[in-house]
Protein backbone atom coordinates (compact mmCIF):
# COMPACT_ATOMS: atom_id res chain seq x y z
CA UNK A 1 0.00 0.00 0.00
CA UNK A 2 1.76 3.27 -0.75
CA UNK A 3 1.52 5.83 1.65
CA UNK A 4 -1.13 8.43 2.29
CA UNK A 5 0.85 12.07 1.26
CA UNK A 6 -0.34 15.16 3.25
CA UNK A 7 -2.38 17.44 1.15
CA UNK A 8 -0.70 20.45 3.19
CA UNK A 9 2.65 19.91 2.55
CA UNK A 10 2.94 20.83 -0.97
CA UNK A 11 1.05 24.08 -0.19
CA UNK A 12 3.59 24.55 2.98
CA UNK A 13 6.02 24.27 0.24
CA UNK A 14 4.67 26.62 -2.15
CA UNK A 15 4.69 29.37 0.60
CA UNK A 16 8.09 28.73 2.01
CA UNK A 17 9.33 28.80 -1.47
CA UNK A 18 7.72 32.17 -1.66
CA UNK A 19 9.34 33.85 1.15
CA UNK A 20 12.05 32.73 0.30
CA UNK A 21 12.07 33.87 -2.90
CA UNK A 22 10.86 37.60 -1.42
CA UNK A 23 14.14 37.15 1.06
CA UNK A 24 11.81 36.95 3.85
CA UNK A 25 13.77 34.42 5.86
CA UNK A 26 12.47 34.06 9.18
CA UNK A 27 9.04 33.72 7.73
CA UNK A 28 9.81 30.60 5.69
CA UNK A 29 11.61 29.33 8.44
CA UNK A 30 8.03 29.46 10.87
CA UNK A 31 6.30 27.94 7.66
CA UNK A 32 8.89 24.97 7.23
CA UNK A 33 9.01 24.10 11.00
CA UNK A 34 5.53 24.10 11.16
CA UNK A 35 5.45 21.33 7.99
CA UNK A 36 8.37 18.92 9.60
CA UNK A 37 6.05 18.80 11.99
CA UNK A 38 3.52 17.00 9.84
CA UNK A 39 6.22 14.75 7.94
CA UNK A 40 9.42 15.04 9.91
CA UNK A 41 10.80 12.71 6.86
CA UNK A 42 9.88 15.31 4.08
CA UNK A 43 13.69 15.50 2.88
CA UNK A 44 12.72 18.17 0.27
CA UNK A 45 11.28 20.33 3.90
CA UNK A 46 15.33 19.53 5.38
CA UNK A 47 16.76 21.13 2.38
CA UNK A 48 14.35 24.31 2.11
CA UNK A 49 14.94 25.02 5.79
CA UNK A 50 18.59 24.23 5.41
CA UNK A 51 18.33 27.07 2.49
CA UNK A 52 16.68 29.72 5.03
CA UNK A 53 18.85 29.00 7.70
CA UNK A 54 22.14 29.55 5.59
CA UNK A 55 20.43 32.68 4.73
CA UNK A 56 20.04 33.52 8.56
CA UNK A 57 23.84 32.48 8.74
CA UNK A 58 22.59 30.07 11.42
CA UNK A 59 25.59 27.31 11.04
CA UNK A 60 25.23 25.30 13.42
CA UNK A 61 21.01 24.37 12.66
CA UNK A 62 21.85 24.39 9.09
CA UNK A 63 24.53 21.60 10.22
CA UNK A 64 22.18 19.94 12.06
CA UNK A 65 19.83 20.02 8.34
CA UNK A 66 22.45 18.30 6.86
CA UNK A 67 22.03 15.70 9.48
CA UNK A 68 19.08 14.98 9.04
CA UNK A 69 18.99 15.03 5.53
CA UNK A 70 21.23 12.03 5.37
CA UNK A 71 19.74 10.31 8.01
CA UNK A 72 16.42 10.29 5.43
CA UNK A 73 18.69 9.84 2.50
CA UNK A 74 21.96 8.00 3.18
CA UNK A 75 23.72 8.57 -0.40
CA UNK A 76 24.22 12.33 0.40
CA UNK A 77 26.45 11.36 3.34
CA UNK A 78 29.45 12.56 1.25
CA UNK A 79 27.71 15.54 1.09
CA UNK A 80 28.14 15.88 4.65
CA UNK A 81 31.30 14.38 4.64
CA UNK A 82 32.73 17.82 2.58
CA UNK A 83 30.99 19.91 4.76
CA UNK A 84 32.49 18.45 7.42
CA UNK A 85 36.30 18.70 6.09
CA UNK A 86 36.14 22.66 6.28
CA UNK A 87 38.45 23.60 9.01
CA UNK A 88 36.55 25.90 11.45
CA UNK A 89 33.49 23.26 11.38
CA UNK A 90 36.29 20.69 12.52
CA UNK A 91 37.46 23.37 15.16
CA UNK A 92 34.23 23.88 16.76
CA UNK A 93 33.20 20.66 16.95
CA UNK A 94 36.22 19.69 18.39
CA UNK A 95 35.70 22.39 20.90
CA UNK A 96 32.22 21.26 21.56
CA UNK A 97 33.54 17.77 22.01
CA UNK A 98 35.87 18.73 24.67
CA UNK A 99 33.48 20.80 26.40
CA UNK A 100 30.90 17.67 26.37
CA UNK A 101 34.20 16.31 28.38
CA UNK A 102 34.44 18.58 30.68
CA UNK A 103 30.88 19.08 31.71
CA UNK A 104 30.83 15.20 32.16
CA UNK A 105 33.79 15.65 35.10
CA UNK A 106 32.17 18.42 36.32
CA UNK A 107 34.79 21.00 35.05
CA UNK A 108 32.44 23.87 34.42
CA UNK A 109 34.89 26.94 34.52
CA UNK A 110 37.23 25.07 31.69
CA UNK A 111 34.09 24.16 29.60
CA UNK A 112 33.07 27.90 29.77
CA UNK A 113 36.03 28.25 27.92
CA UNK A 114 35.81 25.95 25.27
CA UNK A 115 32.04 27.07 24.21
CA UNK A 116 33.31 31.18 24.45
CA UNK A 117 35.83 30.05 21.94
CA UNK A 118 33.17 28.58 19.89
CA UNK A 119 30.88 31.64 19.86
CA UNK A 120 34.21 33.75 18.74
CA UNK A 121 34.15 31.23 15.64
CA UNK A 122 30.46 31.04 14.96
CA UNK A 123 28.60 33.76 16.95
CA UNK A 124 25.00 32.17 15.70
CA UNK A 125 25.84 28.40 17.66
CA UNK A 126 22.70 27.93 19.83
CA UNK A 127 23.93 24.75 21.39
CA UNK A 128 27.22 26.95 22.75
CA UNK A 129 24.95 29.65 24.11
CA UNK A 130 22.14 26.86 25.82
CA UNK A 131 25.43 24.86 27.10
CA UNK A 132 27.21 27.82 28.60
CA UNK A 133 23.44 28.53 30.72
CA UNK A 134 23.72 24.96 32.06
CA UNK A 135 27.53 25.16 33.44
CA UNK A 136 26.57 28.74 34.99
CA UNK A 137 23.51 26.84 36.28
CA UNK A 138 25.88 23.92 37.71
CA UNK A 139 28.06 26.93 39.07
CA UNK A 140 25.46 28.34 41.03
CA UNK A 141 25.40 31.66 38.82
CA UNK A 142 21.67 31.70 37.81
CA UNK A 143 21.51 34.94 36.66
CA UNK A 144 24.30 34.52 34.07
CA UNK A 145 22.61 31.00 33.40
CA UNK A 146 19.12 32.99 32.22
CA UNK A 147 21.58 35.60 29.82
CA UNK A 148 23.00 32.75 28.31
CA UNK A 149 19.39 30.48 27.61
CA UNK A 150 18.10 33.89 26.52
CA UNK A 151 20.77 34.69 24.12
CA UNK A 152 20.69 31.34 22.58
CA UNK A 153 16.14 32.01 22.21
CA UNK A 154 16.99 35.15 20.48
CA UNK A 155 18.70 33.08 17.83
CA UNK A 156 16.39 30.57 17.81
CA UNK A 157 13.34 31.27 19.48
CA UNK A 158 11.49 28.24 18.91
CA UNK A 159 14.50 25.40 20.76
CA UNK A 160 12.49 23.07 23.19
CA UNK A 161 15.88 22.23 24.63
CA UNK A 162 17.17 25.89 25.55
CA UNK A 163 13.08 26.70 27.14
CA UNK A 164 13.53 23.19 29.43
CA UNK A 165 17.03 24.78 30.51
CA UNK A 166 15.70 27.90 31.13
CA UNK A 167 12.79 26.20 33.49
CA UNK A 168 15.13 24.28 35.72
CA UNK A 169 16.87 27.19 36.18
CA UNK A 170 14.06 28.82 37.16
CA UNK A 171 13.01 26.04 39.16
CA UNK A 172 16.81 26.44 40.99
CA UNK A 173 16.14 30.13 41.54
CA UNK A 174 12.41 29.28 43.12
CA UNK A 175 10.94 31.41 40.78
CA UNK A 176 7.90 28.48 40.58
CA UNK A 177 5.95 30.59 37.97
CA UNK A 178 8.47 31.57 35.35
CA UNK A 179 9.87 27.86 35.23
CA UNK A 180 6.05 26.55 34.64
CA UNK A 181 6.11 29.10 32.00
CA UNK A 182 9.12 27.83 30.57
CA UNK A 183 8.41 24.50 30.76
CA UNK A 184 5.12 24.96 28.81
CA UNK A 185 6.98 26.60 26.39
CA UNK A 186 9.14 23.53 25.59
CA UNK A 187 5.98 20.97 25.48
CA UNK A 188 4.02 23.71 23.06
CA UNK A 189 7.07 24.04 21.09
CA UNK A 190 7.36 19.93 21.20
CA UNK A 191 4.71 18.22 21.73
CA UNK A 192 6.21 15.01 22.46
CA UNK A 193 9.01 16.15 24.69
CA UNK A 194 9.09 13.36 27.67
CA UNK A 195 11.77 15.09 29.66
CA UNK A 196 10.10 18.41 29.64
CA UNK A 197 6.76 16.68 31.07
CA UNK A 198 8.73 14.81 33.55
CA UNK A 199 10.65 18.06 34.83
CA UNK A 200 7.26 19.74 34.63
CA UNK A 201 5.50 16.81 36.87
CA UNK A 202 8.19 16.50 39.65
CA UNK A 203 7.95 20.66 40.04
CA UNK A 204 4.07 19.89 40.17
CA UNK A 205 4.78 17.76 42.97
CA UNK A 206 7.39 19.52 44.76
CA UNK A 207 4.25 22.05 44.80
CA UNK A 208 1.77 19.86 45.84
CA UNK A 209 -0.17 20.23 42.64
CA UNK A 210 -0.37 16.43 42.27
CA UNK A 211 -3.36 16.90 39.67
CA UNK A 212 -1.23 18.21 37.05
CA UNK A 213 1.39 16.36 37.91
CA UNK A 214 -0.42 13.04 37.11
CA UNK A 215 -1.59 14.80 33.94
CA UNK A 216 2.45 15.29 32.97
CA UNK A 217 3.29 11.72 33.74
CA UNK A 218 0.08 10.49 31.89
CA UNK A 219 1.32 12.22 28.95
CA UNK A 220 4.58 10.57 29.24
CA UNK A 221 3.14 7.25 29.52
CA UNK A 222 1.33 8.62 26.43
CA UNK A 223 4.42 9.49 24.86
CA UNK A 224 6.74 6.37 25.11
CA UNK A 225 4.54 3.08 27.16
CA UNK A 226 7.43 1.48 28.00
CA UNK A 227 8.33 4.32 30.37
Known amino acids: MRPVKNPNIDTLIKKGEKH ?23 EKLWEYKLAAL ?7 EAYECLEQITKINPEKMK ?5 RKNPEIQRCDKLMEDA ?20 KSDPTCTDAY ?15 AIDFYDMALELYPQYPKAWLNKAITYQHMEDINEALRCFDKAVDLDKNYSLAYY ?17 CFTKILEIDPEK
Open 20 to 42: LKNRQFEDALRIFNFALKLDEKN
Open 130 to 144: MNLGICYDHLGDYSS
Open 79 to 83: WLAEV
Open 199 to 215: NKGVLLIENGDYRQALE
Open 54 to 60: NELDRVD
Open 100 to 119: QRLVADQQYEKAISCYKEVI
